[in-house]
C-alpha cells in the first residue's frame, strides 16, 4: 500500500507525525510513504523506515514571491513531483486550506479531517474521506487517531 503525508510545517508538528506513520507499519505489512514537507524540514520524514521519497515544498518562499516562484520553475516541478506517482490513500494529517490543496494536486483518495477536526474547517471540502478526531487531544494522538481512521 503507497501513502502520501501531507504535513508540511512546523517542526514539532513534523516529528509528532512520526509515530502514526509506526503504527501504519505495524498493522499493514508492506506499507511505504511519500511525504511533502516544507524543504527546511525535508530531512526528518526520512528518519522513518517506512518513508520511500520525500517530496519538499517551499511554500513559505513561495508565498512571499509568488511570480518569480512560477516563473523559475519551482512551482511547475513540485507539482509535477506530485502527479508522478498514484496513491492508494492521501492523507492530509495538517489539516489547512494550503495543506488540503496540495493532497488534491496528487492522485489518489484524499482523507484528512473533518469540519469540526480541522484547524481550517473550509480544508474538509477537498477530502473525500472526512475523519473526526477530537481537536482537544495531543498531536501524537490526533495523528494516530487521523492515521488508523483514514487507513481503516
Not at 514539532?12 to 509506526?22: C, E, M, N, Q, R
Not at 526520512?46 to 519538499?56: A, D, E, F, T, Y
Not at 512560477?70 to 502527479?83: A, T, V
Request: hydrophobic content about 40%; glycine content about 4%.
Amino acid at each position: 500500500m503507497k501513502i502520501l503525508v501531507v504535513k508540511t510545517s512546523s517542526l514539532g508538528d513534523v516529528i509528532h507525525a512520526l509515530p502514526a506513520l509506526t503504527d501504519a507499519a505495524h498493522a499493514i505489512p508492506n506499507i511505504s510513504f511519500d511525504w511533502v514537507v516544507e524543504k527546511s524540514f525535508s530531512e526528518i520524514p526520512s528518519w522513518h523506515l517506512q518513508v520511500n521519497k520525500v517530496i519538499p515544498v517551499s511554500w513559505r518562499k513561495w508565498r512571499k514571491n509568488m511570480r518569480e516562484s512560477w516563473k523559475s520553475g519551482e512551482i511547475q516541478h513540485f507539482y509535477h513531483d506530485l502527479r508522478d506517482s498514484h496513491y492508494d490513500k492521501i492523507i492530509d494529517a495538517q489539516g489547512l486550506m494550503k495543506s488540503a490543496i496540495m493532497a488534491c494536486m496528487a492522485k489518489g483518495i484524499k482523507c484528512g479531517l473533518d469540519y469540526k477536526s480541522a484547524r481550517e474547517p473550509l480544508a474538509s471540502l477537498f477530502y473525500q474521506h472526512r475523519h473526526k478526531v477530537d481537536y482537544q487531544q495531543h498531536a501524537v494522538t490526533r495523528s494516530r487517531q487521523l492515521f488508523a481512521k483514514a487507513l481503516g
